[in-house]
């Protein structure tokens, strides 16, 4: 196994060791099993610091975080992120990419929010980020971090392909550097994470006329 999937597998490991450990605490929170869910955090915590390399990431500090985080029962249940993120082309087949705070460049992406449907959330996202109006259209896949390649935090990402409706480019002071449409062969750089499957979608769905929404297979 190459070092890099070997990573990708531990850091899978250990979302799913620390996510049963916070679920076993909201359904069992005393008692001999407790103790046991924080044995299997402190373990994951341990393992996590280790991956990571990093001097202020301190194990028993997360696993005290881990352990804070502990909801109660059906509220306490840990699952996946969800975030979501949107694909828009203006009417000369660019692509609407904003560079992050970090610095790199992305399609405008965020998390989901409590109370607002998946499209409510990426219209609101376009709008916050660049000042644009859109409509989600079509859903084109359902992207999941860990099978894309990322170590971080487990989320499934709702990529949605956009109509430009209206609006003018607007910056977010917190969240975006810089926006601008360009095309698919010449977006700037650099580019934010590992995969670039989301690529290849866009392409499809835009130039090619694809409908069938995209799931990472088992």
């Known amino acids: 196994m190459a070092a890099d999937d070997l990573l990708l597998e531990l850091a899978r490991f250990v979302e799913r060791v620390a996510a049963i450990g916070r679920t076993g605490l909201a359904f069992q929170p005393e008692g001999y099993d407790a103790e046991r869910y924080e044995s299997?955090?402190?373990?994951?915590?341990?393992?996590?610091?280790?991956?990571?390399?990093?001097?202020?990431?301190?194990?028993?500090?997360?696993?005290?975080?881990?352990?804070?985080e502990v909801g109660a029962g059906y509220d306490g249940y840990v699952?996946?992120?969800?975030?979501?993120?949107?694909?828009?082309?203006?009417?000369?087949?660019?692509?609407?990419?904003?560079?992050?705070?970090?610095?790199?460049?992305?399609?405008?992406?965020?998390?989901?929010?409590?109370?607002?449907?998946?499209?409510?959330?990426?219209?609101?996202?376009?709008?916050?980020?660049?000042?644009?109006?859109?409509?989600?259209?079509?859903?084109?896949?359902?992207?999941?971090?860990?099978?894309?390649?990322?170590?971080?935090?487990?989320?499934?990402?709702?990529?949605?392909?956009?109509?430009?409706?209206?609006g003018a480019l607007k910056l977010h002071p917190l969240e975006t550097l810089d926006a601008g449409f360009f095309p698919l062969e010449r977006l700037p750089g650099p580019l934010h994470g590992h995969d670039r499957k989301w690529l290849r979608l866009a392409r499809e769905f835009h130039f090619e006329g694809r409908v069938a929404t995209y799931f990472d297979p088992l």
Not at 103 to 116: A, L, Q
Not at 158 to 166: A, I, M, N, T, V
């Open 40 to 68: 299997l955090l402190r373990e994951a915590a341990w393992i996590r610091a280790a991956l990571e390399a990093n001097a202020a990431l301190d194990a028993a500090a997360l696993a005290a975080r881990w352990r804070a």
């Open 79 to 166: 699952t996946a992120g969800a975030g979501c993120g949107a694909i828009v082309f203006n009417e000369r087949d660019e692509l609407l990419m904003i560079q992050r705070p970090g610095g790199r460049w992305w399609y405008p992406t965020g998390f989901c929010d409590v109370g607002e449907s998946p499209a409510e959330n990426v219209a609101r996202e376009v709008r916050e980020e660049t000042g644009l109006i859109v409509t989600p259209t079509r859903l084109i896949g359902v992207i999941d971090s860990l099978k894309a390649g990322s170590p971080s935090r487990h989320i499934y990402s709702l990529l949605f392909y956009c109509r430009r409706d209206g």
